[in-house]
């Protein structure tokens, strides 16, 4: 596996974050003078971003906000956010030792998220995950981000690694489809945050738990 560049996305791959992230929705509904808003329906849209978790919350209550004020609430979300990152966000079950043993193996780990950099950096410092990873590329690092594919190929690049030789984990139609369109191969997780599951999405292989992963990266190079 030397010289193989293995791409993860990360909120619902590496880690799960969305009790933090519904915590900070709830904050910005609390601040706009609206109940909490239940968890299940926040989770499908977290790979959307913030924007989209508190323009939900406020559709369920069948509310309606200017863009301006959309904005105000969105930089409450983000100050209580990376104030609470890690309050209860944790790696997923068998993702450290899948990634020693990525390593162990002669793999290079790269992060790609459409979550902001700093605050990615800021989530894997606080997890103990950040040194693991030769790069961390997020919505803001490049001009583009998913599901554009030059932000997967500039997210290997920037490790060191070439694009024609690389794999994508994730748990989104958006991972899948910047995969695709980047010609890499991806593999899904089911654990994350989509409403369509990962099966119906067209991912390569899908497997259940991080003990899987070596196996089935190792699958997808041979092919």
């Known amino acids: 596996m030397r010289g193989l560049t293995i791409a993860f996305d990360l909120d619902g791959t590496l880690v799960e974050t969305a009790p ?7 904050h910005v509904m ?4 609206l109940a909490p808003v239940d968890g299940t329906g926040l989770r ?3 790979s959307f971003g913030s924007r989209a978790m508190i323009e939900h919350g406020l559709s369920v209550h069948g509310q309606s906000m200017t863009i301006a004020d959309v ?5 409450l979300f983000l100050e209580h956010y990376a104030a609470n990152i890690a309050a209860e966000s944790h790696a997923y079950p ?4 899948a990634l020693g043993l990525l390593a162990e193996n002669g793999a290079r780990l790269v992060v790609c998220t ?3 950099e700093a605050l990615s950096r800021q989530l894997l410092d606080a ?3 950040a040194p693991r990873f030769a790069a961390i590329a997020g919505r803001d690092t490049f001009p583009v981000y998913k599901p554009h594919p030059d932000h997967l190929t500039g997210a290997i690049r920037l490790a060191g690694g070439d694009p024609a030789d690389a794999v994508m984990v994730g748990d989104s139609d958006t991972d899948i489809r910047t995969a695709r369109a980047a010609g890499i191969p991806v593999v899904g997780v089911p654990f994350g945050y989509t409403d369509v599951p990962i099966r119906d999405l067209g991912a390569d292989l899908v497997i259940e738990h991080y003990d899987e992963l070596l196996d089935a990266v190792k699958r997808l190079r041979r092919n």
């Open 20 to 26: 933090d992230l519904i915590r900070a929705t709830n």
């Open 30 to 33: 609390s601040v706009a003078g």
């Open 44 to 46: 499908n849209v977290i």
């Open 71 to 75: 904005d105000r609430l969105q930089v």
């Open 94 to 97: 068998g993702l450290e030792t």
């Open 114 to 116: 459409n979550k902001q």
């Open 127 to 129: 997890l103990g995950l």
